[in-house]
Every structure is written in structure tokens, then in C-alpha cells.
């Protein structure tokens, strides 16, 4: 629930903040969005399957954007878009999340299950 959480806080604050971004970065940032976004889907399934852990997730987030943006700017130097292999990899990781994601919760509504925490007993 915890990434659920954040990711409608930034949605909401990118709303009403005028942030700019300047052109030098505008191949970065992308991917490092396409990365959280990843890392919040991959959260929220955790959490869905009753294994989220908060350092797990943390580790993640940070990790995968600072990859991503770390990918976009060796493929920058080197003249080559090596952003497109973070584009590829994050973005269909992204659709298998959403795909298991929503298989989850259709299961949990036909069942009338509540969500499965780690704890519970099944």
C-alpha cells in the first residue's frame, strides 16, 4: 500500500508544482521515471502477495533509477541509445506487474478475499 500511497502523493504534487526540467536531462529523466514507476508496481504487487518489506522496496526504487539514469548518460557519452535496452526492460517488467496485478485483484474480488499480508494465515 505504501507505494500505491506515494505514487498518488507525486501525482499530486507534480500537478500543482511547476518543476522544469532542462533539455541536457530530458533523456534521463524518463527512464528514471519509467524505473519508479517499475519499482512501484513491483511494490504494490509485493504487497498484493503479502511480501512487501520496506527496504526491499527502497533498495529498488533508488536502484533502479539510478541505473536507469546511469544507463541514459554511458549511452549519451558513447553516442549510443543505450537508454532504449532501460526503456525495453522496465516498461514490459511494468506490464507484466500491471498484468499480475490486476489478475490478483479480479481473483480477489471473485473469491471476496481481503488482501493477504505475510502474517496471515491462509
Given amino acids: 500500500m505504501i ?25 534521463y529523466v524518463p527512464v528514471a521515471i519509467l524505473a519508479a514507476l ?9 504487497s ?7 527496504d526491499i522496496f527502497i533498495s529498488g526504487f533508488f536502484g533502479n533509477v539510478i541505473i536507469a539514469a546511469l544507463l541514459a548518460y ?12 532501460a526503456v525495453f526492460v522496465f516498461g514490459s517488467r511494468l506490464f507484466n506487474n500491471f498484468a499480475i496485478i490486476r489478475r490478483q485483484i479480479i481473483d480477489m474480488a471473485k ?12
Fill in 3 to 27: 507505494p500505491l500511497i506515494g505514487l498518488i502523493i507525486g501525482i499530486i504534487l507534480g500537478m500543482f508544482l511547476k518543476v522544469d526540467i532542462p533539455a541536457a536531462y530530458s533523456t
Fill in 38 to 46: 517499475d519499482s512501484v508496481f513491483g511494490g504494490f504487487r509485493a
Fill in 48 to 54: 498484493l502477495e503479502g511480501k512487501f518489506q520496506s
Fill in 74 to 85: 554511458l549511452g549519451d557519452r558513447l553516442n549510443v541509445p543505450i537508454y532504449l535496452a
Fill in 111 to 122: 473469491e471476496g478475499k481481503h488482501v493477504r499480508r505475510k502474517n496471515d494465515e491462509a
